[in-house]
């Protein structure tokens, strides 16, 4: 068990099992931890002291050619860290607090050094989660893979749906290496984006996911990155789509016994249903966590809000001393401050916070813009044209 301290109280972080709790002073207290300087005045959940997540996507390097790839990548990243840079950049996200990173790619098994990357964090303190497609995963390395606290295997359909975001004859590839990782024990999930042309296959990922025994679905929104960006158009879920989506989750998830999470992006999409707000902030949900609970990072070790907003003239080793003021960071919390209608009126306002500013800023050319997706957007847009 770690415990972090946070101006609300504190952050609890187990790894068995594997779970993040935010707890109010009072509980905190009780547990036996003392008294902090943080715990003065407002006791709202704000500004964190460290993200609790980075996604670092550690090399660009891959083959799959992927249609939807929000970092297009292929090449190698002339300025991509090497071994002793990784460890270091590590290092650095482990003093300050972070609890979890989730490494990525390109394909992160194209790196000869990724186990001792992922052994090194361990070492410091750091859970190393893994996204894989599949490709060079064998008999020979998967046992290897017990370092991570999680691999979630891209699957965004059975069969030939799998081809909407990875192109053809790639299923088998995924479909071995989640077979792989079960058989040797390594915790598995599944990573699904979610469009209109697989939309429809959502029943049998849940029913391939049963019978495999993974432990979860993570679902994702393509975003209008990278090459992602011309399939974004014909790929949006339309508004039909995206209203009936969590209710259709949640049925499949409890029907097969498969536990389902969505991205931050689908949460506007969520508070459609109007859920309650006690039980959001209970489990920590909210729309863009960008710069606060979560911060994305490049293979050369630049920073950026989330994976999918631009990188930063900051690196991973000056994030320490930026993170309270950076002004990039300062934009995307400040946000519900400057909400533009119909944002300033929702109820939901501080826990959405405009959903997501990537697909904004890249649709509408406007960090500042609520997120275009957002079902009451829509509706409100449409009545105000009309």
């Not at 005045?41 to 500004?47: A, E, K, R, W």
């Not at 190698?76 to 950049?89: M, N, S, V």
């Not at 009451?376 to 847009?381: D, G, P, Q, S």
Request: net charge neutral.
């Amino acid at each position: 068990m770690k415990f972090r301290y946070e101006n609300f109280g504190g952050i609890i972080a187990s790894n068995a099992p594997p779970f993040l709790a935010f707890v109010n002073r009072e509980y905190a207290r009780n547990q036996g931890y003392e008294e902090s300087p943080l715990w003065q005045g407002n006791d709202d959940i704000d500004i964190l002291t460290a993200p609790t997540e980075v996604h670092l996507a550690i090399t660009s390097t891959c083959t799959g050619d992927c249609p939807h790839c929000y970092m297009d990548s292929g090449a190698r990243d002339p300025d991509e860290l090497d071994t002793i840079g990784l460890k270091k950049a590590l290092t650095a996200l482990a003093n300050m607090g972070v609890f979890h990173v989730a490494l990525g790619g390109g394909e992160a098994l194209l790196r000869d050094d990724l186990f001792e990357v992922a052994a090194h964090a361990r070492k410091i303190g750091l859970v190393p989660n893994l996204t894989v497609s599949g490709l060079n995963l064998s008999e020979k390395n998967v046992h290897k893979m017990k370092v991570f606290g999680q691999v979630n295997v891209s699957v965004d359909g059975v069969g030939d749906a799998h081809a909407v975001f990875r192109g053809p004859h790639k299923f088998l590839q995924a479909d071995s290496a989640l077979d792989l990782l079960i058989k040797a024990g390594v915790p598995t999930g599944i990573n699904c984006v979610v469009g209109r042309s697989n939309y429809g296959g959502l029943k049998d990922l849940f029913a391939y996911a049963q019978k495999k025994g993974v432990n979860e679905l993570e679902f994702l929104r393509v975003k209008p990155s990278g090459r992602g960006l011309d399939l974004y158009y014909k790929e949006r879920l339309d508004f039909k789509q995206s209203i009936k989506l969590l209710p259709l989750l949640s049925n499949y998830s409890r029907k097969f016994k498969v536990p389902a999470k969505i991205d931050c992006s689908f949460v506007p999409m969520l508070l459609w249903h109007r859920p309650s707000k006690k039980l959001l902030l209970a489990n920590a949900t909210y729309g863009c966590e960008a710069g606060n609970v979560l911060i994305g990072a490049k293979s050369s070790g630049r920073v950026s809000g989330c994976s999918f907003l631009p990188a930063l003239d900051l690196t991973i080793d000056q994030l320490a001393d930026q993170w309270e003021e950076y002004p990039a960071f300062q934009e995307l919390r400040h946000w519900p401050e400057q909400a533009a209608e119909p944002c300033r009126s929702c109820g939901y306002l501080k826990i959405c916070k405009g959903g997501c500013h990537a697909v904004a800023e890249k649709i509408t050319g406007s960090l500042w813009d609520p997120d275009p997706d957002c079902p009451r957007v829509i509706l409100y847009r449409q009545f105000n044209r009309a």
